[in-house]
């Protein structure tokens, strides 16, 4: 089945830097990759995703750049405030759209130092 | 509002005695999921259900049953809980899997058994 790393399991970055969180998957037939945020207490929320056909998407601070041939996708997260902090997972989709649904990495905590 | 509801929030039950944690969603999702998180762990799937009597296994089935009879309810049953168990757990559904579709989660429920 489909194993996705996720690294690194704790980030610290200072308010305004920029905070990088790097996946790898195992399955080549992965299609589906997207990122959830999990505030302390609350439930995960799908924050952004991206599909095998493009290489990178963004949606105002934050992207997601996707590497097919090395199998691996990241979380970009610029001018980070004190709201980014959170746990953050990544995910695939590990039959290419087929019936087994997510895979998720372990998590990583972002910390946001003021 | 369109939800995944979840009961209960919190629960404390003793080793062997059966309990159920209902989980209902009200967007006419076809897919449902059960996923504990535990520290350090991530998010692992516990099983499954593509549509109204599908079920199938996750990555961690062992302890745990459910059941699809109806397309809005999907709830998950620990026969004889142990204290392995004892996890955060929580509900997702999404309009149709195998299109890669974002996964709507329930508020959770921490259960611990002794």
């Known amino acids: 089945g489909e194993n996705v790393e996720q690294h690194p399991s704790t980030l610290s970055v200072q308010e305004g830097d920029s905070a990088v969180i790097k996946c790898t998957y195992s399955?080549?037939?992965?299609?589906?990759f997207p990122w959830y945020k999990q505030e302390l207490g609350k439930r995960p929320q799908l924050i952004i995703d991206?599909?095998?056909?493009?290489g990178e998407k963004k949606d105002q601070r934050i992207a997601v750049t996707l590497n097919k041939t090395a199998k691996h996708f990241s979380l970009h997260i610029t001018e980070t405030q004190p709201e980014d902090s959170a746990v953050y997972f990544c995910?695939?989709?590990?039959?290419?759209?087929?019936?087994?649904?997510?895979?998720f990495g372990k998590g990583t905590h972002l910390i946001i130092q003021p | 509002e369109a939800q995944v509801t979840q009961n209960p929030r919190y629960l404390i039950t003793v080793t062997g005695k059966k309990l159920t944690v209902t989980c209902s969603q009200n967007?006419?999702?076809?897919?449902m999921s059960w996923y504990r998180q535990d520290p350090g762990l991530g998010l692992r799937q516990i099983y499954y259900?593509?549509?109204?009597?599908?079920?199938d296994k996750g990555d961690v089935p062992e302890g745990y049953k459910v059941s699809r009879k109806e397309k809005r309810n999907f709830p998950l049953i620990l026969e004889s809980p142990s204290p392995n168990q004892t996890s955060l757990y929580f509900c997702?559904?999404?309009?149709?899997?195998?299109?890669?579709?974002?996964?709507?989660f329930g508020s959770g429920t921490q259960l611990s058994v002794l």
């Open positions: 997702a559904s999404s309009p149709r899997m195998g299109a890669s579709e974002k996964l709507f």
């Open positions: 399955d080549s037939a992965s299609n589906y």
């Open positions: 991206i599909r095998s056909n493009v």
């Open positions: 995910a695939a989709n590990p039959t290419g759209g087929g019936a087994d649904g997510l895979t």
């Open positions: 967007m006419n999702h076809e897919y």
């Open positions: 259900s593509m549509n109204v009597e599908v079920t």
